[in-house]
C-alpha cells in the first residue's frame, strides 16, 4: 500500500525510533484484523493504542466498549455527558469552574470504531498520520509544512495531547503540534523528550516533500550537521601554562 511506502520514508528521514502512527476513523460498525482490547478482558486508553500500535506493530480498533479513559470517552463521542471540564477540575488540571476551556470533541455517536496502526504496516488507508518524535525530528517536521507557506497551529494545554489536541485538528485538515502531558508519559509510555506531530492523510506527500528540500540550500537536514570548523578557546589557566610548552 502507498501509505506503507511513505511510512518508511518518514522513518527513513528522521531516523525515527518507532513508526508514525495512522488513524482511521470509521461512521459504520466494521469488523477488520486487528486487536480489540474488549476480546482479551481489556480496555485501552487513545494513546495507549497508539503506542502498543507503534511499539508492537499491531493495528488497535477501538470501539465504545474498549475505551478505559473517561475524558477520551467524551472526545471521541462514545459516550456523553454535561461537560469534560468537571473531570479537569475535580482532577485539579483546571483550577474551578470559572477556568477557560474549549471543549474540543467529536459529534457524539458519529464514529462507531477507531483504528490505530503502524503506518508502515496497517491496512486501512489513514485519515491522519501522527509522529512521535524528539524536538529536532518535529522541528524537521514544522520545517517541511512551513517550505509551502504559512505556519502550525498550537493550542497548547498539555492535557489530552495525543488523543485530542494534535489528532482533532489534524482529522479537520490542519498540521498540528502537541506537548504531552500526563496520560501519554503514565499510560502511552512516552519518552520525556517525545512530543507529537500529526498531520492530515493527504498532507503526507507535502511533508516528505517538504523534508527533502526544506533547507537544503543551507546543508540542512537531521540530524543537523554541528559545526566544528573552529579554534576551541580554553580557561586562561590552560592558555597560560600552555605557553610555556615545548613543541616537539
Given amino acids: 500500500m502507498e501509505w506503507k511506502e511513505k511510512g518508511k520514508r518518514l522513518v527513513e528521514i528522521l ?3 518507532t513508526p508514525p502512527v495512522g488513524i482511521k476513523f470509521f461512521e459504520k460498525e466494521v469488523e477488520i484484523e486487528a486487536f480489540r482490547p474488549s476480546k482479551h478482558g481489556l480496555k485501552m486508553a487513545v494513546c495507549q493504542a ?3 500500535a507503534r511499539f508492537s506493530g ?3 480498533l477501538l470501539k465504545s466498549e474498549d475505551f478505559a479513559c473517561p475524558p477520551a470517552m ?28 474549549e471543549e474540543k470533541k467529536l459529534p457524539a455517536g458519529k464514529y462507531k470504531a477507531f483504528l490505530f496502526g503502524d503506518l508502515t504496516k496497517m491496512d486501512e488507508k489513514p485519515d491522519v498520520v501522527q509522529v512521535f518524535g524528539n524536538p529536532e525530528q518535529v ?6 509544512r512551513t517550505y509551502f507557506g504559512g505556519y502550525v497551529k498550537a493550542f497548547l494545554t498539555a492535557k489530552t495531547a495525543s488523543c485530542a489536541e494534535a489528532i482533532l485538528p489534524a482529522l479537520s485538515g490542519e498540521v498540528a503540534v502537541a506537548i504531552p502531558g500526563a496520560g501519554d508519559r503514565v499510560f502511552a509510555a ?5 512530543i507529537v506531530f500529526a498531520m492530515p492523510y493527504n498532507w503526507l506527500d507535502k511533508i516528505i516533500e517538504g523534508l527533502e528540500n526544506a533547507g ?11 559545526f566544528l570548523l573552529f579554534t576551541p578557546r580554553y580557561p586562561r589557566n590552560y592558555r ?9
Avoid at 139 to 144: F, T, V
Avoid at 190 to 194: A, C, K, Q, R, S
Avoid at 216 to 226: D, E, I, L
Avoid at 240 to 248: G, L, Q, W
Fill in 50 to 52: 497508539m503506542s502498543f
Fill in 139 to 144: 522541528g524537521r517536521l514544522i520545517q517541511a
Fill in 74 to 101: 467524551l472526545i471521541y463521542g462514545v459516550a456523553v455527558y454535561d461537560s469534560i471540564k468537571e473531570i479537569l477540575v475535580s482532577a485539579k488540571w483546571l483550577k474551578d469552574f470559572e477556568c477557560e476551556y
Fill in 190 to 194: 512516552l519518552d520525556e523528550n517525545e
Fill in 240 to 248: 597560560e601554562i600552555a605557553e610555556k610548552f615545548r613543541i616537539v
Fill in 15 to 17: 531516523k525515527l525510533k
Fill in 58 to 60: 499491531r493495528s488497535v
Fill in 216 to 226: 537544503k540550500g543551507a546543508n540542512v537536514s537531521y540530524p543537523v550537521q554541528k
